[in-house]
Structure formats: C-alpha cells, structure tokens
C-alpha cells in the first residue's frame, strides 16, 4: 500500500517542472551505509531520461525525468513477497517484480531492499539491468 501512494505523489507531481516528491525511506545501520554509497553510483541518464532532484532531497532517492523512474533504498520487505517466490536475477542481483503492480520491483538484497518505479512506456529489463551494475556494487545479493 505504502508502495501505491509513492506512485501516486508520482504521478501527481508528473509535468509540473522542478523537484519531484518522493517519500524517501529510513534505512538503519548497514543498509543506510550501503544505501547512501548507491546515490553516487547510479547513472545520470536512465531510459532517456535525465536523473532530477526529489523533494525532501534524500541520499536514499534517485529520480528520473518527472518521475517516471523512481529509486528508494533501504525500503522495507515487500509485503506480497512470499517466501517461495522466484526472482528474476540480472547481473547478479535479484529482482522481485509485484504481480499486483507491473511498475514496481525490488532488489533483493543482504544488505537492503531497493525499490524501482518504472512507468510504462520504458522497458524494464533495461533499466533494471543498468541498476543492477550500482546495486551489485554496493550490496551483496541474494539469488532467491
């Protein structure tokens, strides 16, 4: 649930120029040190769009364009994550995708979860694989 209101302050904010809101999450410990080494690692450039400032400005947010693609580190379990789900994993990192919502997946990791809002109109291997390079590098993945 928490997940769809991101999306949401997403889209509403879609268009209207400057920072875009996005509630940016509280990792703790490990996950907060690995978090806030992603930010710098992270291409400036994502599926044509360039990478833009989020409001409240947070080491543990990455946006592209008006919000289309949406990083959060340190996010909690996904909540429709079973125990017995497969991930998909691409270089290295596994990736569980919501089957209730086509736009978000999660890396799942050792050290933290890394949420990605994806809107339609991108490809999402794509853009998952360009991540998963930064991600690997500050993480230590799990692969199921």
């Known amino acids: 649930m928490r997940a769809a209101v991101v999306l949401l302050v997403l889209l ?3 268009g209207c120029g400057g920072a875009v809101q996005v509630e940016p999450p509280a990792p703790q410990g490990a996950a907060a040190t690995a978090c806030a080494k992603l930010g710098p690692l992270l291409p400036q450039t994502l599926g044509g769009a360039q990478r833009t400032t989020s409001s409240p400005e947070s080491p543990y947010v ?3 364009g008006e919000g289309e693609i949406a990083v959060r580190c340190g ?3 996904p909540v429709r994550m079973a125990p017995t789900d497969q ?3 691409i ?3 596994g990736w569980f995708a919501d089957p209730d919502r086509s736009t978000l997946f999660t890396a799942i990791t050792d050290v933290a979860y890394v949420e990605t809002t994806i809107a339609a109109g ?3 291997p794509e853009i998952l694989a ?3 390079g930064a991600i ?3 993480t230590s993945a799990k692969t199921g």
Request: no cysteine; aromatic share 4%.
């Open 12 to 14: 509403a904010v879609a």
């Open 87 to 89: 991930l998909q994993e």
């Open 91 to 93: 270089d290295g990192v």
């Open 130 to 132: 360009r991540l998963s």
């Open 62 to 64: 990455a946006v592209w």
């Open 75 to 77: 996010v909690g379990r």
């Open 136 to 138: 690997g590098q500050v």
């Open 122 to 124: 991108h490809v999402a």
